[in-house]
C-alpha cells in the first residue's frame, strides 16, 4: 500500500521581469496588476489556499519586495482604518488565514524556471509542493477551487504518488505556441469531457511542436505537483539555450524514473503575463465583481 503524502507546500515564481507588460509594469510587478478589484496574484494565492495549501514561497528578486509586502499586515493603515469606523474595509485586507504563512526567497541569478524552483528547496525540504505560475490565472467563476483543478491534483498525487501536471486543450491553430502531452495511451484521448477532472499517464512533452508533429492538443497549463525528487534533478540539471535551467529537463527525468500523471484542466483561464489576454481578463474580473 502506496504511503499517503499531503500536499502544503507552494512555490510562485515571481523573478520575471514582465516585459510583454511593458510599460504597465515598469514600476509596478506586473503580479501586482489588477485583475477587477485585486492585483493578479491575489487570485493564484487564494486558488492555492483553497486547495490547502499552507506555507506558500514566493521566489523573487529585490525589486518585486510589494508583492511579499501586499500579503503583510499593515498595522498602521489598519488602526486608521478601524479608528474611522472601517471595520469591514480593514479586514477584508487581512484576509490570509492565520495558518497560512507567505514567505519570499530571492532568486538571485535569473537562470530559467527550474533555477527558481530549485532555490525554493531550503523551505519545502522533503515534502512534495505544488508550483504555481502566476501569469495563469484559473476563472474562480467557472469551477470549484476546493475540488478542481490543483486541489484534484494534489488529492491525485496523494493516491498515486505521481507528479502530476494541469493540461488543457487547445485549438489547433495554438498548439505550437504550448508544452504538448504525449499521452502513455493515445487512445485515452476519447474519454476527455469537459464537465470534471480526468487523469492520464504521460509519457513525454513536445516543445512548441507543429501541429503535423503534435502529439495531442493537451497544452500544460501553469500548475504542477512535484515529488520533492524533482529538486536532485533540478540540481543536476545542466543549464540549456540562453543559460537557463529548464524545469521541462527534470520533468523528463521524473517520467522516466516515477512516472508522471496529467490531469486535464476544468473552466477556463487567462494568461495574465500577456496584454491583450490581460486586458480582457481585467473587464471580466470587473463585470462580474460589479455584478455581485
Given at each position: 500500500?502506496?504511503?499517503?503524502?499531503?500536499?502544503?507546500?507552494?512555490?510562485?515564481?515571481?523573478?520575471?521581469?514582465?516585459?510583454?507588460?511593458?510599460?504597465?509594469?515598469?514600476?509596478?510587478?506586473?503580479?501586482?496588476?489588477?485583475?477587477?478589484?485585486?492585483?493578479?496574484?491575489?487570485?493564484?494565492?487564494?486558488?492555492?489556499?483553497?486547495?490547502?495549501?499552507?506555507?506558500?514561497?514566493?521566489?523573487?528578486?529585490?525589486?518585486?519586495?510589494?508583492?511579499?509586502?501586499?500579503?503583510?499586515?499593515?498595522?498602521?493603515?489598519?488602526?486608521?482604518?478601524?479608528?474611522?469606523?472601517?471595520?469591514?474595509?480593514?479586514?477584508?485586507?487581512?484576509?490570509?488565514?492565520?495558518?497560512?504563512?507567505?514567505?519570499?526567497?530571492?532568486?538571485?541569478?535569473?537562470?530559467?524556471?527550474?533555477?527558481?524552483?530549485?532555490?525554493?528547496?531550503?523551505?519545502?525540504?522533503?515534502?512534495?509542493?505544488?508550483?504555481?505560475?502566476?501569469?495563469v490565472v484559473l476563472n474562480p467563476?467557472?469551477?470549484?477551487?476546493?475540488?478542481?483543478?490543483?486541489?484534484?491534483?494534489?488529492?491525485?498525487?496523494?493516491?498515486?504518488?505521481h507528479s502530476q501536471i494541469l493540461?488543457?486543450?487547445?485549438?489547433?491553430?495554438?498548439?505550437?505556441?504550448?508544452?504538448?502531452?504525449?499521452?502513455?495511451?493515445?487512445?485515452?484521448?476519447?474519454?476527455?469531457?469537459?464537465?470534471?477532472?480526468?487523469?492520464?499517464?504521460?509519457?513525454?512533452?513536445?516543445?512548441?511542436?507543429?501541429?503535423?508533429?503534435?502529439?495531442?492538443?493537451?497544452?500544460?497549463?501553469?500548475?504542477?505537483?512535484?515529488?520533492?525528487?524533482?529538486?536532485?534533478?533540478?540540481?543536476?540539471?545542466?543549464?540549456?539555450?540562453?543559460?537557463?535551467?529548464?524545469?521541462?529537463?527534470?520533468?523528463?527525468?521524473?517520467?522516466?524514473?516515477?512516472?508522471?500523471?496529467?490531469?486535464?484542466?476544468?473552466?477556463?483561464?487567462?494568461?495574465?503575463?500577456?496584454?491583450?489576454?490581460?486586458?480582457?481578463?481585467?473587464?471580466?474580473?470587473a463585470q462580474k465583481q460589479l455584478?455581485?
Amino acid at each position: 500500500m502506496l504511503m499517503t503524502f499531503q500536499v502544503t507546500h507552494a512555490v510562485i515564481p515571481v523573478a520575471g521581469f514582465g516585459t510583454r507588460m511593458l510599460p504597465l509594469s515598469k514600476s509596478v510587478p506586473k503580479e501586482l496588476l489588477p485583475l477587477g478589484n485585486r492585483p493578479a496574484i491575489h487570485y493564484v494565492i487564494e486558488e492555492a489556499i483553497a486547495a490547502g495549501i499552507k506555507h506558500i514561497v514566493l521566489v523573487g528578486h529585490a525589486q518585486k519586495s510589494a508583492i511579499e509586502n501586499y500579503f503583510d499586515v499593515n498595522a498602521e493603515l489598519d488602526n486608521q482604518l478601524r479608528a474611522k469606523g472601517k471595520d469591514e474595509l480593514a479586514d477584508s485586507l487581512n484576509w490570509l488565514p492565520e495558518d497560512v504563512s507567505v514567505s519570499m526567497i530571492r532568486q538571485g541569478k535569473p537562470l530559467g524556471l527550474g533555477h527558481a524552483v530549485l532555490k525554493a528547496r531550503p523551505i519545502v525540504g522533503d515534502n512534495p509542493f505544488a508550483v504555481l505560475l502566476p501569469d495563469v490565472v484559473l476563472n474562480p467563476y467557472t469551477t470549484d477551487m476546493s475540488t478542481d483543478n490543483l486541489s484534484y491534483m494534489m488529492r491525485a498525487f496523494s493516491e498515486s504518488q505521481h507528479s502530476q501536471i494541469l493540461v488543457s486543450a487547445v485549438a489547433d491553430e495554438d498548439v505550437h505556441k504550448y508544452g504538448i502531452a504525449k499521452l502513455e495511451d493515445a487512445q485515452q484521448l476519447a474519454q476527455l469531457t469537459d464537465n470534471k477532472n480526468a487523469n492520464f499517464a504521460v509519457a513525454g512533452f513536445v516543445e512548441k511542436p507543429d501541429l503535423e508533429q503534435a502529439p495531442s492538443n493537451l497544452a500544460v497549463v501553469g500548475r504542477y505537483v512535484f515529488t520533492p525528487t524533482i529538486f536532485d534533478y533540478l540540481a543536476e540539471t545542466k543549464p540549456s539555450v540562453g543559460g537557463e535551467i529548464q524545469l521541462t529537463d527534470a520533468i523528463d527525468s521524473l517520467i522516466s524514473t516515477q512516472g508522471v500523471d496529467v490531469t486535464t484542466m476544468l473552466g477556463d483561464s487567462f494568461d495574465a503575463g500577456d496584454m491583450t489576454s490581460y486586458m480582457q481578463a481585467f473587464i471580466y474580473f470587473a463585470q462580474k465583481q460589479l455584478q455581485a
